[in-house]
T-cell receptor
């Protein structure tokens, strides 16, 4: 079965600093990859999804970006973090986009 | 546009009570998938169930059961004889199935925080 590695587990960054969260997947090839954010008191929000290398779709306009340099690697980035970027970020994948999602353990990002 | 509403922000019950978590969704799609996920304090999301919009049969898995009512756009989740380990945030989600047969990612509700008191 698929395993998702996501790091770091927690991150504290100052406003205006860059961000790079990495997610790698094992146990499958050519997965669909997703980045979700859970802000405090809110549900899960889909940020980006990717169906293949270099193919990124954005669901919500923001100062975040995503890249997929390799088949099983998905990176979430920002050039300058905002306070509103604080939240819990989850990487997820599945082999078929209609199938259940497998989630990573998440990154708790605090922007101060 | 899709929308998933979990009106219950927090539910607190005593152990062994039955509890139902509500989920109401909105979609213009005729074909879609519905999911329930559990998020324990550790933060990871645990898949519980996926339901195809064509299948309105209720499902039971141990102490868990799901009631899918397409007529009311609801997909409620019931835990029977609740246990302290059931304490978590539960998310209902909806997947849009596009013209190519794939889905564009899940739309989640805001979650229901379930507290089971001993």
């Amino acid at each position: 079965s698929q395993t998702i590695h996501q790091w770091p587990a927690t991150l504290v960054q100052p406003v205006g600093s860059p961000l790079s969260l990495e997610c790698t997947v094992e146990g499958t090839s050519n997965p669909n990859l997703y980045w979700y954010r859970q802000a405090a008191g809110r549900g899960l929000q889909l940020l980006f999804y990717s169906v293949g290398i270099g193919q990124i779709s954005s669901e919500v306009p923001q100062n975040l970006s995503a890249s997929r340099p390799q088949d099983r690697q998905f990176i979430l980035s920002s050039k300058k973090l905002l306070l509103s970027d604080s939240g819990f970020y989850l990487c997820a994948c599945n082999r078929d986009s209609r199938e259940k999602l497998f989630f990573g353990s998440g990154t708790q990002l605090s922007v101060l | 546009a899709q929308k998933v509403t979990q009106a219950q922000t927090e539910i607190s019950v005593v152990e062994k009570e039955d509890v139902t978590l509500d989920c109401v969704y909105e979609t213009r799609d005729t074909t879609y998938y519905l999911f329930w996920y559990k998020q324990p304090p550790s933060g990871e999301l645990v898949f519980l169930i996926r339901r195809n919009s064509f299948d309105e049969q209720n499902e039971i898995s141990g102490r868990y059961s799901w009631n899918f009512q397409k007529s009311t756009s609801s997909f409620n989740f019931t835990i029977t004889a609740s246990q302290v380990v059931d304490s978590a945030v539960y998310f209902c989600a909806l997947a849009h199935v596009n013209s190519g047969g794939g889905a564009d990612g899940l739309t989640f509700g805001k979650g229901t925080h379930l507290i089971i008191q001993p």
